[in-house]
């Protein structure tokens, strides 16, 4: 199974209210994962990506990707990057 596989499989076990899809239904491209930043919470009720955070100290988001999502990421040596305030790409 490939990484990108693994990495959709374990965040769509982990974060069942958040949809996750391969970035070829989003836009062709072979080599991620596409997620809305506007739905999928924590486990303690927040947004997984919140691109207006205030959070400069890091505390809870790091550059808008919740530290609870981000700490499955580093598993993978992967990463959120906003496409825009509601849409987020994971690249491994």
Do not use: C, W
């Amino acid at each position: 199974m490939k990484e990108r596989d693994k990495l959709l499989k374990e965040l769509s076990v982990t974060f069942p209210k958040a949809q996750f899809n391969k970035s070829e239904d989003f836009n062709g491209s072979t080599d991620a994962i596409h997620t809305s930043a506007e739905e999928g919470y924590t486990k303690d009720g927040l947004l997984l990506f919140d691109y207006y955070t205030m959070d400069s100290t890091e505390e809870t988001y790091v550059m808008g990707t919740h530290k609870e999502i981000e700490k499955v990421l580093d598993k993978y040596s992967a990463y959120a990057e906003f496409v825009d305030a509601g849409t987020v790409m994971i690249y491994l």
